[in-house]
T-cell receptor, first 114, second 109 residues
Framework: EAQVTQNPRYLITVTGKKLTVTCSQNMNHEYMSWYRQDPGLGLRQIYYSMNVEVTDKGDVPEGYKVSRKEKRNFPLILESPSPNQTSLYFC?????????????FGPGTRLTVL | QKEVEQDPGPLSVPEGAIVSLNCTYSNSAFQYFMWYRQYSRKGPELLMYTYSSGNKEDGRFTAQVDKSSKYISLFIRDSQPSDSATYLCAITTGNQFYFGTGTSLTVIP
């Protein structure tokens, strides 16, 4: 089944404790992206990657890191999480090129930072 | 200024009604315009996209773009309870994406 998977789905952590949210897609997509969704602010892009070893900042990159060492994986790293990073996070992938706009989203990761 | 603004709703309509959802955007460089639908506790899924001014129809859904006024609309005809969801407009130049805040729609049987 073609899909985007994220792990963990739910995470409660404390301020300053490094964490990684994994994202994997099995569709051989070139483009991958991370978003956070907050009430009243909508879905905002954190980072995106056009291909392996190519990453760029989105609208709200502060406090996050990403890497794209393999085509299928695009982990999101919070090196020192803070309470304002409590949010619902989505990973997405798309074909890339002219088909970038059709993004396939993962199920979401609900992160709470205490 | 946000790149895209969306009427927040929420909207509550009776089954069979015509629904109009609207967004405005600020930068004429944006080339692709999309509508995503998000059911509760799920990730968004692409509903429709267009890259030119005018109308695009797909069944009961019509996406409309007016580039001169930077206005995006989604019309839903003969709305059904299964259409109850949050609808997000989105714009992109091809790399970076900007989403509206979403409009929550409830269709009452």
């Amino acid at each position: 089944e073609a899909q985007v998977t994220q792990n963990p789905r739910y995470l409660i952590t404390v301020t300053g404790k490094k964490l990684t949210v994994t994202c994997s897609q099995n569709m051989n997509h070139e483009y991958m992206s991370w978003y956070r969704q907050d009430p009243g602010l909508g879905l905002r892009q954190i980072y995106y990657s056009m291909n392996v070893e190519v990453t760029d900042k989105g609208d709200v990159p502060e406090g996050y890191k990403v890497s794209r060492k393999e085509k299928r994986n695009f982990p999101l790293i919070l090196e020192s999480p803070s309470p304002n990073q409590t949010s619902l996070y989505f990973c997405a992938s798309s074909l890339g090129g002219g088909g970038t706009f059709e993004q396939f989203f993962g199920p979401g990761t609900r992160l709470t930072v205490l | 200024q946000k790149e895209v603004e969306q009427d927040p709703g929420p909207l509550s309509v009776p089954e069979g009604a015509i629904v109009s959802l609207n967004c405005t955007y600020s930068n004429s460089a944006f080339q692709y315009f999309m509508w995503y639908r998000q059911y509760s506790r799920k990730g968004p899924e692409l509903l429709m996209y267009t890259y030119s001014s005018g109308n695009k129809e797909d069944g009961r859904f019509t996406a409309q773009v007016d580039k001169s006024s930077k206005y995006i609309s989604l019309f839903i005809r003969d709305s059904q309870p299964s259409d109850s969801a949050t609808y997000l407009c989105a714009i992109t130049t091809g790399n970076q994406f900007y989403f509206g805040t979403g409009t929550s729609l409830t269709v009452i049987p």
